[in-house]
Protein backbone atom coordinates (compact mmCIF):
# COMPACT_ATOMS: atom_id res chain seq x y z
CA UNK A 1 0.00 0.00 0.00
CA UNK A 2 1.61 3.16 -1.42
CA UNK A 3 0.86 6.57 0.69
CA UNK A 4 2.76 10.39 0.58
CA UNK A 5 3.26 12.59 3.34
CA UNK A 6 4.38 16.22 2.75
CA UNK A 7 6.24 17.75 5.49
CA UNK A 8 6.55 21.33 6.01
CA UNK A 9 8.09 23.42 9.48
CA UNK A 10 8.92 26.51 10.86
CA UNK A 11 6.85 28.79 8.49
CA UNK A 12 6.99 31.37 11.10
CA UNK A 13 4.24 33.55 10.03
CA UNK A 14 4.97 37.00 11.64
CA UNK A 15 3.24 40.49 13.08
CA UNK A 16 4.19 43.01 15.81
CA UNK A 17 3.19 43.72 19.09
CA UNK A 18 0.02 46.48 19.02
CA UNK A 19 -1.52 46.46 22.32
CA UNK A 20 0.05 47.42 25.30
CA UNK A 21 -0.79 43.94 26.68
CA UNK A 22 0.79 42.11 23.80
CA UNK A 23 4.59 44.08 24.73
CA UNK A 24 6.63 42.26 27.40
CA UNK A 25 10.46 42.14 27.73
CA UNK A 26 10.73 38.28 25.62
CA UNK A 27 8.01 39.84 22.69
CA UNK A 28 10.05 43.34 22.32
CA UNK A 29 13.64 41.44 21.97
CA UNK A 30 11.64 39.05 19.42
CA UNK A 31 10.47 41.89 18.02
CA UNK A 32 13.42 43.69 17.48
CA UNK A 33 14.95 40.34 15.73
CA UNK A 34 12.23 40.26 13.34
CA UNK A 35 12.40 43.44 12.39
CA UNK A 36 16.19 43.41 11.42
CA UNK A 37 16.23 39.62 10.04
CA UNK A 38 13.11 37.06 10.28
CA UNK A 39 10.77 39.22 8.22
CA UNK A 40 13.44 39.86 5.22
CA UNK A 41 13.91 35.93 5.79
CA UNK A 42 10.22 34.98 5.71
CA UNK A 43 8.63 37.10 3.17
CA UNK A 44 4.66 36.26 3.16
CA UNK A 45 4.83 35.62 -0.56
CA UNK A 46 7.06 32.74 -0.26
CA UNK A 47 4.73 31.31 2.36
CA UNK A 48 1.55 31.72 -0.52
CA UNK A 49 4.27 30.26 -3.23
CA UNK A 50 4.39 27.20 -0.91
CA UNK A 51 0.82 26.51 -0.10
CA UNK A 52 0.37 26.80 -4.42
CA UNK A 53 3.46 24.44 -4.69
CA UNK A 54 1.68 21.76 -1.98
CA UNK A 55 -1.59 22.32 -3.65
CA UNK A 56 -0.25 20.90 -7.08
CA UNK A 57 1.15 17.56 -5.94
CA UNK A 58 0.57 14.65 -5.10
CA UNK A 59 0.18 13.78 -1.03
CA UNK A 60 -2.56 11.83 1.37
CA UNK A 61 -1.20 14.04 4.11
CA UNK A 62 0.26 16.79 5.26
CA UNK A 63 2.47 17.72 8.36
CA UNK A 64 3.38 20.87 10.20
CA UNK A 65 5.89 20.39 12.71
CA UNK A 66 5.73 23.54 14.92
CA UNK A 67 6.86 27.08 14.94
CA UNK A 68 3.59 28.40 12.53
CA UNK A 69 3.93 31.79 14.40
CA UNK A 70 7.03 34.17 15.59
CA UNK A 71 5.63 35.74 18.63
CA UNK A 72 2.53 33.77 19.45
CA UNK A 73 0.55 36.91 19.01
CA UNK A 74 -2.98 36.60 17.61
CA UNK A 75 -2.77 38.37 14.45
CA UNK A 76 0.16 35.93 13.04
CA UNK A 77 -2.31 32.82 14.24
CA UNK A 78 -5.17 34.33 12.38
CA UNK A 79 -3.25 34.99 9.02
CA UNK A 80 -1.35 31.62 9.35
CA UNK A 81 -4.76 29.77 9.62
CA UNK A 82 -5.62 32.25 6.55
CA UNK A 83 -2.91 31.31 3.92
CA UNK A 84 -2.84 27.64 4.79
CA UNK A 85 -6.65 27.41 4.85
CA UNK A 86 -6.31 25.63 0.87
CA UNK A 87 -4.19 22.86 2.87
CA UNK A 88 -6.51 22.41 5.66
CA UNK A 89 -9.89 21.66 3.95
CA UNK A 90 -10.09 18.08 5.92
CA UNK A 91 -8.44 17.84 9.49
CA UNK A 92 -7.95 14.20 8.75
CA UNK A 93 -5.60 14.67 6.57
CA UNK A 94 -3.29 17.20 8.30
CA UNK A 95 -1.40 16.92 11.19
CA UNK A 96 0.07 20.44 13.47
CA UNK A 97 1.82 20.39 16.22
CA UNK A 98 3.53 23.56 18.36
CA UNK A 99 6.93 24.58 18.61
CA UNK A 100 8.69 27.03 21.04
CA UNK A 101 8.11 30.53 19.25
CA UNK A 102 3.94 29.17 19.61
CA UNK A 103 3.70 29.17 23.00
CA UNK A 104 6.47 32.42 23.23
CA UNK A 105 5.22 33.67 26.24
CA UNK A 106 2.55 32.93 28.92
CA UNK A 107 -0.74 33.34 27.36
CA UNK A 108 -3.75 34.23 29.97
CA UNK A 109 -5.03 31.25 31.73
CA UNK A 110 -7.67 29.20 29.80
CA UNK A 111 -6.51 30.82 26.22
CA UNK A 112 -3.76 28.76 24.33
CA UNK A 113 -4.08 30.60 20.42
CA UNK A 114 -2.26 27.32 19.13
CA UNK A 115 -5.12 25.54 20.68
CA UNK A 116 -7.89 27.95 18.96
CA UNK A 117 -6.35 28.55 15.58
CA UNK A 118 -4.71 24.59 15.06
CA UNK A 119 -6.13 22.53 17.88
CA UNK A 120 -8.65 20.58 15.47
CA UNK A 121 -5.08 19.31 13.71
CA UNK A 122 -3.63 18.11 16.99
CA UNK A 123 -6.68 16.89 19.34
CA UNK A 124 -7.83 17.08 22.70
CA UNK A 125 -5.49 14.02 23.93
CA UNK A 126 -2.27 13.67 25.21
CA UNK A 127 -1.06 12.71 21.77
CA UNK A 128 -2.58 13.47 18.52
CA UNK A 129 -2.85 9.78 16.48
CA UNK A 130 -3.21 10.05 12.34
CA UNK A 131 -3.78 6.42 10.86
CA UNK A 132 -2.30 6.77 7.58
CA UNK A 133 -2.93 3.06 6.27
CA UNK A 134 -3.15 -0.10 7.59
CA UNK A 135 0.41 -0.32 8.28
CA UNK A 136 1.47 3.66 8.95
CA UNK A 137 0.42 5.68 12.17
CA UNK A 138 1.57 8.78 12.82
CA UNK A 139 2.07 10.33 16.74
CA UNK A 140 2.38 14.04 17.53
CA UNK A 141 3.81 15.67 20.44
CA UNK A 142 3.72 18.48 22.05
CA UNK A 143 6.70 19.44 23.77
CA UNK A 144 6.71 23.46 23.35
CA UNK A 145 6.13 25.53 26.66
CA UNK A 146 7.24 29.04 27.16
CA UNK A 147 10.57 29.92 28.42
CA UNK A 148 12.53 32.99 30.10
CA UNK A 149 13.87 35.35 27.63
CA UNK A 150 16.77 33.52 26.44
CA UNK A 151 15.32 29.71 26.46
CA UNK A 152 13.78 28.14 23.45
CA UNK A 153 13.96 25.03 24.70
CA UNK A 154 11.44 22.35 25.05
CA UNK A 155 10.21 19.34 27.03
CA UNK A 156 8.58 15.45 26.11
CA UNK A 157 6.46 15.10 29.18
CA UNK A 158 6.56 11.38 30.49
CA UNK A 159 2.82 11.83 30.30
CA UNK A 160 3.30 11.99 26.33
CA UNK A 161 6.09 8.72 26.14
CA UNK A 162 3.25 6.63 28.68
CA UNK A 163 0.40 7.87 25.90
CA UNK A 164 2.77 6.53 22.92
CA UNK A 165 3.93 3.15 24.94
CA UNK A 166 0.20 2.23 24.98
CA UNK A 167 -0.97 3.61 21.65
CA UNK A 168 2.02 1.58 20.04
CA UNK A 169 1.12 -1.63 22.07
CA UNK A 170 -2.65 -1.20 21.14
CA UNK A 171 -1.83 -1.72 17.15
CA UNK A 172 -0.41 -5.14 15.25
CA UNK A 173 3.68 -6.07 15.55
CA UNK A 174 3.13 -4.63 11.87
CA UNK A 175 2.73 -1.52 12.34
CA UNK A 176 4.76 1.56 11.80
CA UNK A 177 4.95 4.99 13.68
CA UNK A 178 5.85 8.12 12.55
CA UNK A 179 6.81 10.28 15.90
CA UNK A 180 6.42 14.19 14.56
CA UNK A 181 7.98 16.16 17.13
CA UNK A 182 8.99 19.80 17.10
CA UNK A 183 13.01 19.49 18.18
CA UNK A 184 15.27 17.79 16.79
CA UNK A 185 17.41 14.38 18.70
CA UNK A 186 20.27 14.49 16.39
CA UNK A 187 22.55 17.59 15.04
CA UNK A 188 24.96 18.17 11.94
CA UNK A 189 28.68 16.83 12.50
CA UNK A 190 30.49 20.23 14.50
CA UNK A 191 27.36 21.27 15.28
CA UNK A 192 27.53 23.86 18.16
CA UNK A 193 25.30 22.60 20.42
CA UNK A 194 23.09 24.76 22.54
CA UNK A 195 21.27 23.38 25.68
CA UNK A 196 19.03 26.68 26.35
CA UNK A 197 17.81 25.73 22.46
CA UNK A 198 16.76 22.22 22.44
CA UNK A 199 14.76 19.07 24.28
CA UNK A 200 15.74 19.36 27.95
CA UNK A 201 15.46 15.82 28.08
CA UNK A 202 16.45 14.96 24.47
CA UNK A 203 18.95 12.12 25.60
CA UNK A 204 16.47 10.04 27.44
CA UNK A 205 13.70 10.64 24.52
CA UNK A 206 15.91 9.86 21.97
CA UNK A 207 17.64 6.68 23.77
CA UNK A 208 13.21 5.65 24.25
CA UNK A 209 12.47 6.38 20.57
CA UNK A 210 15.55 4.11 19.86
CA UNK A 211 14.31 1.10 21.87
CA UNK A 212 10.99 1.37 20.21
CA UNK A 213 11.46 -0.24 16.64
CA UNK A 214 8.18 0.35 15.64
CA UNK A 215 8.41 3.82 15.60
CA UNK A 216 10.80 4.50 12.13
CA UNK A 217 10.46 7.96 11.22
CA UNK A 218 10.98 11.48 13.62
CA UNK A 219 9.87 14.28 11.74
CA UNK A 220 10.78 17.76 13.23
CA UNK A 221 12.16 21.26 12.35
CA UNK A 222 13.55 24.30 15.26
CA UNK A 223 16.69 24.38 13.32
CA UNK A 224 16.41 25.85 10.58
CA UNK A 225 17.95 23.81 7.69
CA UNK A 226 16.84 20.53 6.41
CA UNK A 227 18.26 17.16 6.84
CA UNK A 228 17.73 13.80 6.70
CA UNK A 229 19.72 11.63 9.17
CA UNK A 230 20.05 7.89 10.17
CA UNK A 231 20.28 6.69 13.43
CA UNK A 232 21.00 2.70 13.37
CA UNK A 233 19.26 0.05 15.66
CA UNK A 234 20.61 -3.31 16.42
CA UNK A 235 18.70 -6.09 14.37
CA UNK A 236 16.12 -4.10 13.57
CA UNK A 237 15.11 -1.31 11.18
CA UNK A 238 17.07 2.14 11.98
CA UNK A 239 15.52 5.26 12.78
CA UNK A 240 15.19 8.05 10.18
CA UNK A 241 14.74 11.67 11.67
CA UNK A 242 13.60 14.42 8.48
CA UNK A 243 14.07 17.98 9.14
CA UNK A 244 12.03 19.96 7.05
CA UNK A 245 12.64 23.48 8.89
CA UNK A 246 12.18 26.74 7.20
CA UNK A 247 10.28 25.55 4.26
CA UNK A 248 9.24 29.12 3.08
CA UNK A 249 12.05 30.90 3.79
CA UNK A 250 14.36 32.66 1.15
CA UNK A 251 16.85 29.92 -0.26
CA UNK A 252 20.08 30.27 0.91
CA UNK A 253 23.31 29.96 -1.00
CA UNK A 254 23.88 25.99 -1.80
CA UNK A 255 20.35 25.12 -0.04
CA UNK A 256 18.96 22.46 -1.95
CA UNK A 257 15.74 21.48 -0.17
CA UNK A 258 12.68 23.52 1.44
CA UNK A 259 10.69 20.77 3.00
CA UNK A 260 10.41 16.81 2.34
CA UNK A 261 8.04 14.60 0.34
CA UNK A 262 7.87 11.45 2.10
CA UNK A 263 6.59 8.20 0.32
CA UNK A 264 5.49 5.40 2.04
CA UNK A 265 5.50 1.99 -0.08
CA UNK A 266 4.51 -1.13 2.04
CA UNK A 267 6.55 -0.55 5.16
CA UNK A 268 9.40 0.77 3.12
CA UNK A 269 10.51 4.42 3.26
CA UNK A 270 11.64 7.34 0.47
CA UNK A 271 12.49 10.97 1.33
CA UNK A 272 12.16 13.36 -1.51
CA UNK A 273 13.94 16.45 -1.14
CA UNK A 274 11.62 19.53 -2.25
CA UNK A 275 13.40 23.22 -3.09
CA UNK A 276 10.82 25.99 -3.08
CA UNK A 277 12.17 27.95 -6.23
FE1 LIG B 1 11.55 26.26 17.14
Not at 6 to 33: M, V, W
Not at 95 to 119: A, E, M
Not at 249 to 265: A, R
Request: glycine share 4%; charged share 20%.
Amino acid sequence: MRATIIHISDLHFHSYPQKFSECNAKRILGATNLLVRRAREFPLKRAKLLVERIQKMDWDHLVISGDITQLSLEREFSLAREVLGPLLKNDQRVTVIPGNHDRYVNQQHGTDLFTKYFGEFFGTNEVHVSKINQEWVIVGWDSAHPNDWRTAAGTVKSSTIRATEKLIHSFSDQTNFIVVNHFPLTFPEDWKFDRFHELYNLVPVRNWILQNPPIRLYLHGHIHLNWCHRLPRDSAPELLLVNSAASCSKLHTGQSSSFHQIVLEDSNVKVNPILLN
